[in-house]
């Protein structure tokens, strides 16, 4: 008999909704508004009303649905207890006992990061792939270990938050975190531009770059792949970081793959080949051929892995 769930990626300006079936189908895909104000007091009130909504539209009763899962921006314990999510003014509570309350189906809850993760292993770019571990390059670097299908969320709910490895001793900026020389730092799209910005200024070497009003994570890696030297070299400098950090990595999770994803990832191939460069100069020789792929699940990662995580492995 056909079940469904119900899979919520919570942003801090839209959640949005994806309906499925139990073989993984999205049946439909919507947003709702993230109201944040008072705390984000009402924000699973909207979330049960959209979901009661849609099963009334769509004939389903709540007897079919197998449960919600949700995807928020901050840490999570025990698929249940968030952590604080500074973006939506909650602090500590446990959304799982809460929303189930509410709604009257099971839920589970996961830090939106490792949910993607999931989703890409299940039905994007790491498809069938049970050890894999996703990075993010986005605004920020996020990142997913994935273990026996299973999300490693960790006693703190910091498991997967590589974009806070320290990978500088002498970085003197500060990161979002606090501290300095956060891999988040370099890697990210934001991070990549703040290295350009210290290239241009160190000399006056020639570069495509100087003739932009403003340059983009897209503009480097698009004068890379145009031969632009100060952009190869910035793209180079990336790659060493990034590879040596998942190098890292690999000597504790062991991952099948690693899925790359995120806004700095439509930059291709010329990224995986870099990155996947500086990796295996760097990995424990068992290691070494470790896949790359690209996420492919673009925003809807997270909403597929919220789904994952209700309908078990």
């Known amino acids: 008999m056909k079940k469904y769930g119900f899979g919520v990626d919570v942003g801090g300006t839209t959640c949005k909704i994806g309906l499925f079936d139990n073989t ?11 109201n944040t104000e008072n705390n984000g007091a009402s924000i699973l009130d909207d979330i049960v009303a959209s979901l009661e909504g849609k099963m009334a539209d769509a004939g389903i009763s709540k007897d079919d649905v197998e449960g919600v899962g949700i995807g928020v921006p901050g840490p999570v314990k025990n698929d249940s207890i968030v952590c604080q999510c500074v973006n939506l003014g909650w602090g500590t509570f446990d959304v799982a006992e809460t929303l189930s309350g509410k709604i009257g189906l099971p839920v589970k809850v996961g830090n939106d990061a490792n949910v993607a993760a999931l989703g890409e292993m299940w039905k994007g770019g790491g498809q069938g ?12 670097v996020g990142g997913g270990v994935i273990i026996n299908g299973s999300i490693i969320g960790g006693v703190h709910g910091a498991g997967g938050e590589i974009g806070h490895m320290k990978v500088s001793d002498t ?4 990161c979002g975190c606090g501290k300095c020389g956060c891999l988040e730092q370099y890697a990210s799209a934001t991070g990549i531009v703040r290295l350009a910005k210290k290239r241009l200024a160190a000399d006056d070497a020639a570069t495509t770059l100087r003739d932009l009003p403003e340059v983009t994570a897209k503009d480097i890696f698009d004068a890379a792949k145009a031969g632009d030297a100060v952009s190869l070299e910035l793209v180079e400098t990336l790659g060493t970081i990034l590879g040596g950090a998942l190098a890292a990595i690999a000597c504790v999770a062991d991952p099948e793959m690693f899925v790359i994803g995120g806004g700095v990832s439509k930059a291709g191939q010329i990224l995986l080949d870099v990155v996947q460069k500086h990796f ?5 020789q068992a290691c070494e051929d470790t896949k790359f792929v690209l996420a492919s699940l673009g925003n809807d990662a997270g909403m597929y892995g919220c789904a994952k995580m209700i309908f078990g492995k």
């Open 24 to 34: 993984g189908v999205i049946l439909d895909k919507w947003e709702i508004k993230t």
């Open 129 to 140: 792939c049970k050890n894999g571990v996703m990075v993010t390059l986005g605004t920020g």
């Open 171 to 174: 970085e003197t900026d500060v």
């Open 280 to 284: 295996k100069e760097r990995a424990f």
